[in-house]
T-cell receptor, first 115, second 109 residues
Framework: DVKVTQSSRYLVKRTGEKVFLECVQDMDHENMFWYRQDPGLGLRLIYF???????EKGDIPEGYSVSREKKERFSLILESASTNQTSMYLC??????????????FGPGTRLTVT | TQLLEQSPQFLSIQEGENLTVYCNSSSVFSSLQWYRQEPGEGPVLLVT???GGEVKKLKRLTFQFGDARKDSSLHITAAQPGDTGLYLCAGAPENQLIWGAGTKLIIKP
């Protein structure tokens, strides 16, 4: 079974804190993605990575950074958390290739609340 | 900006009824995927459609890709409470997926 795991299911942080969200996949997938999901807005891509140490900005990268030091692990960093970053964060992975032809496998999500 | 619009945003029906939800765009997609997301979980792929006019069936779920590859529909026959969830469509114009906002479906026993 493909597994994508995320470090926390729920997280509460204070404004200004540095926040790390970790994602690990066990399928040897080249691609890894970080999305945020807000009601009525669907999934919005923050960053993705197609190889170790490679990263590409998605649609909403402002306020976020990422790190991929190993193929199986992709980290999302909120340098200074703000209340408008309160959201559900979803990590996904897939094989490299034509974007729409490969299934994305998702983790269970991290619900982050910034107070 | 390419957009995928899903309708309706919310649908609540009784067990046993039929329903159709839609995913529409003004842009052409090379392929389109449907995912289902249950509360507290990530989305899970149901189907990928690639060819214009293609119809795929998954038990009681029927997926259709429009002839022009700009839209898709999901029809559920005799809906069951286990079908409850958020149904998301995602289209691939090139190398990234563009996501719709989803249809939240509730099937009441």
């Amino acid at each position: 079974d493909v597994k994508v795991t995320q470090s926390s299911r729920y997280l509460v942080k204070r404004t200004g804190e540095k926040v790390f969200l970790e994602c690990v996949q066990d399928m040897d997938h080249e691609n890894m993605f970080w999305y945020r999901q807000d009601p009525g807005l669907g999934l919005r891509l923050i960053y993705f990575s197609y190889d170790v140490k490679m990263k590409e900005k998605g649609d909403i990268p402002e306020g976020y950074s990422v790190s991929r030091e190993k193929k199986e692990r992709f980290s999302l960093i909120l340098e200074s958390a703000s209340t408008n970053q309160t959201s559900m964060y979803l990590c996904a992975s897939s094989f490299l290739g034509a974007g729409g032809l490969y299934e994305q496998y998702f983790g269970p999500g991290t619900r982050l609340t910034v107070t | 900006t390419q957009l995928l619009e899903q309708s309706p945003q919310f649908l609540s029906i009784q067990e046993g009824e039929n329903l159709t939800v839609y995913c529409n765009s003004s842009s052409v997609f090379s392929s389109l995927q449907w995912y289902r997301q249950e509360p507290g979980e990530g989305p899970v792929l149901l189907v990928t459609v690639v060819t214009g006019g293609e119809v795929k069936k998954l038990k009681r779920l029927t997926f259709q890709f429009g002839d022009a590859r700009k839209d898709s529909s999901l029809h559920i026959t005799a809906a069951q409470p286990g079908d409850t969830g958020l149904y998301l469509c995602a289209g691939a114009p090139e190398n990234q997926l563009i996501w719709g906002a989803g249809t939240k479906l509730i099937i009441k026993p």
